[in-house]
């Protein structure tokens, strides 16, 4: 039995390449499993494909070269019409107990981006899920993302590497927002800028129940992509003003070369305003609030992307200790796993052999009592033990070779000449 894996992550790739060699709906893998089953009938695969990683989990029970790195390329190449010295520097291969430990790795999120983060708990379901559904599993991948999904569940029990908020944005609303208010959906939220960290930021108030939303833009058409896929709406740059004054919280991330909102102006905001609570989240880089503004009023709440990172890398810190207990419990899991993966492979040669030795021992033995019938019980069990420690030292060597040969996949070969050489038959 063969079990690999051929990753394109984070570390290995940067976004450009992931986005090549991505399967970004059902539809396309279908189209990639039935593309993999044509060429390989005798393997499974699942897929896993996210926006940190693409990585393809293929296993077999018969001997085949088909798994290598070179095939899993070529496939991944073929597939996407994309010559392969264009990413095969940012692949990685593991195979036999490296896959199995990388699998369990990945979906307890100690390959993550972001450590600890729970949502591939739930992407590697799905990818399990979707396999199954275009018949690509069997009883190996079965057996391997079963496995992976209770070891996830275990570390998630085990461990404290799930708590504590490590993003800027989940920090900025959970921890920083939350102390503020006490509820969102009453409130107004003004995003200033419409990129990835203005995204990153809605997602997590909407999850806190906000629903009245405006964004402004310098480019108008970011923010009515991103008002529409939040269900905002937009205003122009040049009302800003007027915005922040109706504003519950706001959201800055333009990140503009000089101070976007300066005290003077800000001061004159609050003055036509009635002086709610505002929060006030500055993620851009340099900042676009003035600093200053958060002592106008006793309502206003300034937090840059300092203010955040110092409690992000606390909370980092604190999962950092959980690591080492993840890993010990991956670890002791994949032992186990392999071994039964192991004894797969090779228990029913090793059972059928011992059964072997041990009729061979016993016809041999009666012959050898009725030769002689005056030994006593106590003679008789002392020659028995004696042949069976002598069978065990024999079977010792070889099957311990085969166990050794058995943790780099399954070796047909040396099973195959077991069989032969000892006559062996299921």
């Known amino acids: 039995m063969n079990v690999v894996v051929l990753s394109c992550n984070h570390h290995s790739a940067g976004l450009e390449i992931r986005e090549k060699l991505a399967f970004p709906s059902e539809e396309k893998l279908s189209l990639a499993y039935a593309h993999w089953q044509k060429q390989h009938p005798e393997s499974e695969l699942v897929l896993l494909s996210t926006c940190n990683r693409v990585e393809l989990y293929a296993a077999a029970d018969v001997e085949t070269q088909r798994l290598s790195p070179d095939h899993l390329i070529r496939f991944v190449s073929e597939f996407h019409n994309l010559p392969s010295d264009e990413f095969v520097s940012s692949v990685l291969y593991h195979h036999g107990e490296k896959a199995v430990e990388h699998l369990f790795e990945v979906v307890c999120s100690l390959d993550s981006m972001v450590l600890g983060e729970p949502q591939i708990v739930q992407q590697v379901k799905e990818a399990y899920r979707v396999a199954h559904v275009n018949n690509a599993c069997g009883l190996l991948t079965n057996m391997l993302f079963q496995q992976a999904l209770k070891v996830s569940g275990q570390v998630r029990t085990q461990t404290k590497l799930s708590e504590g908020r490590v993003s800027i944005a989940s920090v900025a609303v959970g921890d920083f927002a939350r102390s ?16 990835e960290m203005a995204e990153e930021t809605l997602r997590y108030l909407k999850d ?8 402004v ?36 991330t333009t990140g503009a070369a000089s101070t976007l909102v300066d005290y003077e102006r800000f ?16 993620l851009g880089a340099p900042r676009d609030f003035a600093h200053e503004i958060a002592d106008i009023d006793d309502n206003v709440f300034l937090y840059d992307i300092d203010a955040l990172e110092a409690t992000c890398e606390q909370n980092r810190q604190n ?14 899991q994949t032992e186990r796993f392999m071994q039964e993966f192991y004894h797969r492979a090779t228990g029913p040669v090793i059972q059928r052999l011992r059964e072997q030795m041990g009729e061979i021992s016993r016809n041999e033995l009666d012959i050898l009592f009725r030769r002689l019938p005056d030994l006593d019980s106590a003679e008789r069990a002392a020659i ?30 040396l099973l195959d000449a077991i069989r032969r050489l000892f006559n062996l038959t299921d």
Request: charged content about 30%; some cysteine; aromatic content about 4%.
């Open 180 to 195: 503020i208010f006490n509820r969102f959906d009453n409130k107004t939220v003004l995003v200033i800028g419409a990129g």
């Open 208 to 215: 806190e129940g906000v629903r009245n939303i405006v964004v």
């Open 217 to 252: 833009n310098r480019h108008r058409e970011r923010a009515d992509a991103l008002a529409e896929k939040f269900g905002g709406t937009t205003d122009s740059f040049d009302n800003l003003d007027n915005c922040m004054k109706r504003a519950d919280v706001i959201v800055s």
């Open 267 to 282: 001061r004159r905001v609050r003055a036509e305003s009635d002086r709610h609570p505002v929060f006030i989240l500055d």
């Open 319 to 332: 999962r950092m200790s959980e690591v080492r207990k993840a890993r010990q419990i991956i670890t002791v």
């Open 384 to 413: 028995e033990k004696t042949v069976h420690r002598i069978i065990n030292k024999l079977l010792h060597p070889p099957l311990e070779t085969l166990k050794g040969e058995a943790r780099s996949g399954t070796p047909h070969g």
